[in-house]
């Protein structure tokens, strides 16, 4: 270990150079002590390059704001009135449902009072299915 730091210090001149030597000149020269700040700055850089889209489409869409404003409040409106409509529409079912269970509970009483009419020969039962037309033809023969 001992033999691999010294030549490491005999060589530290030609390790610098080397180290800070361009390859095919696409690698900037930055200095070993600057390498984790540039590490999170390209993380950065990425991050925004991923998002350019996202905030080039905000800034299309500042002088449409507006606009979409308006549209979300005429839309907030209009569910305002939906809502309020399909209120209406619940109250009155539940009326309608009362007064089917008032009319269901009245039904046996009505059936009762005719039967007891029937009975007492109150009301003569008419003849069924009968029609004015059939009773006219067979009168005029």
Known sequence: MNNHLEAVLKEKR?????LLKTTCEENLPI?????RYMVHLLELAVTFIERLENHLETIR???????????MSMALAKMDML??????????????REQ???ISSCIPKI???ENYLHKHDV????LPFTSKVHVQTI???
């Open 83 to 96: 809502v309020t409509e399909t209120e209406e529409l619940a109250e009155n079912i539940l009326k309608w």
């Open 139 to 141: 009168n005029s023969k």
């Open 31 to 35: 200095e070993a002590v600057y390498h």
């Open 61 to 71: 869409n500042i002088p449409h704001l507006d606009e979409n404003l308006r549209k």
């Open 111 to 113: 059936l009762a009072e």
């Open 100 to 102: 089917q269970k008032e």
């Open 14 to 18: 030609s390790l610098r150079q080397r």
């Open 123 to 126: 009301i003569k039962p008419s």
